[in-house]
């Protein structure tokens, strides 16, 4: 009895041993061979009434591994979505900001990405020196170990935005140890179609470069330094022509 009594102290010590160093490993990016991949992330988007209102919902759901298990960190989702586009004239927003209410739920929280702080880019319309693409993005760090969530986005216009066509992007971030964030840069090439009503470009096209710098988006969510991997998408959405 003494004898294996002894035997299972040391196989318990060991196994302690083992995993302080699996997670230390993990915690410094050197498993992240053995982690979750960009393709393990499966996102669904898809379009729905709710309460009477047309409603985008983007779902996302990233694999499980047990490096992540080994590893307490936070991912982080970002949500970007155009406000409106400016010119040399007075212009208008594509969503009615009063009464949107982006709703973000997870398994263990539902929070308002309408209240959270947000970060605003002027984008170069291509072709127009006077005329910018205003884009609102918000972060927001997902609970610890969260691997699933849903996004809700209301898609009320403004009079003159009604039947406008607008990208909504999509950016999640999976914590995998380190400083460094793959891919550093992205490129995305955005297009907007405002409808008939709206003060430019109406029944047109506008297209802006969208460059994010990982490093600095991901910094938006933590305000320190993480390292993983950034998969970005870009969805377009077609506004209701009725405001409501």
């Not at 969208?210 to 077609?238: K, S």
Request: aromatic share 10%.
């Amino acid at each position: 009895m003494g004898r294996s009594f002894k035997a299972l102290i040391v196989i318990l010590v060991l196994f302690g041993w083992v995993s302080l160093i699996l997670s230390s490993l993990a915690q410094h990016g050197l498993l992240a061979a053995h982690d979750a991949k960009p393709g393990d992330l499966i996102i669904e988007t898809k379009a729905i009434t709710v309460n009477g209102t047309e409603t985008f919902v983007l779902e996302w759901n990233l694999k499980e591994t047990y490096v992540q298990r080994l590893r307490r960190s936070r991912d982080a989702v970002f949500l970007m979505y155009p406000l409106m586009i400016t010119g040399p004239a007075s212009s208008r927003s594509f969503l009615d900001e009063e009464r949107v209410n982006i709703t973000l739920k997870t398994d263990s929280e539902v929070v308002s990405l309408s209240e959270m702080p947000f970060h605003m880019e002027y984008l170069p319309v291509s072709g127009y020196l006077s005329f910018r693409v205003v884009l609102r993005s918000i972060a927001y760090p997902l609970p610890e170990r969260s691997n699933s969530g849903r996004i809700e986005l209301p898609l009320i216009p403004t009079g003159p935005s009604e039947c406008s066509e607008i990208p909504v992007v999509f950016a999640y971030f999976h914590d995998t140890g380190g400083r460094e964030v793959t891919p550093v840069e992205s490129s995305l090439k955005l297009t907007l179609r405002p409808g008939p009503e709206y003060p430019f470009f109406g029944n047109g096209s506008a297209e802006s470069v969208f460059l994010i710098n990982g490093t600095e988006l991901v910094h938006r969510a933590f305000w320190d330094e993480r390292g993983g991997w950034l998969r970005v998408e870009v969805f377009n959405v077609t506004l209701p022509c009725e405001s409501g």
